[in-house]
């Protein structure tokens, strides 16, 4: 962890995280690309799913209060540009469940972005 050092004219010391500024930077960096590219409605959606973890289509619709016909349209669109990922969970793991029950989650995988 790198820690810089910084004394003031008065006498004092203070530290800060190089890791932790970096880390803020490039967060703040993919924020800006994505309000320039789809704007602020996406850039919602981006950070919902930041906070969250994973999330699936009607929660974003619903935590982001977000019409659905937009939410889906810049959730794919953030999807295709790589700045978020889309994952297929069973939602039953029954054996007499049938086929096709499967849930569709999105997530950041910050090392794809």
């Known amino acids: 962890m790198l820690v810089a050092l910084i004394s003031t004219n008065y006498g004092g010391i203070f530290s800060f995280s190089?890791?932790?500024?970096?880390?803020e930077l490039m967060w703040t960096t993919i924020d800006q690309v994505i309000v320039q590219r789809h704007g602020f409605l996406a850039l919602r959606i981006f950070r919902l799913i930041k906070?969250?973890?994973y999330l699936e289509q009607d929660s974003i619709n619903?935590?982001?209060?977000?019409?659905?016909?937009?939410?889906k349209h810049l959730t794919y669109k953030l999807v295709e540009d790589h700045f978020i990922f889309?994952?297929?969970?069973?939602?039953?793991?029954?054996?007499?469940a049938p086929p096709g029950k499967v849930a569709h989650v999105f997530h950041i995988d910050i090392n794809q972005v």
Do not use: F, N, V
């Open 86 to 96: 889309m994952k297929e969970i069973r939602k039953s793991y029954a054996p007499s």
């Open 51 to 53: 906070q969250k973890g």
């Open 62 to 71: 619903e935590l982001g209060m977000i019409p659905a016909k937009d939410a």
């Open 18 to 23: 190089m890791k932790a500024a970096l880390l």
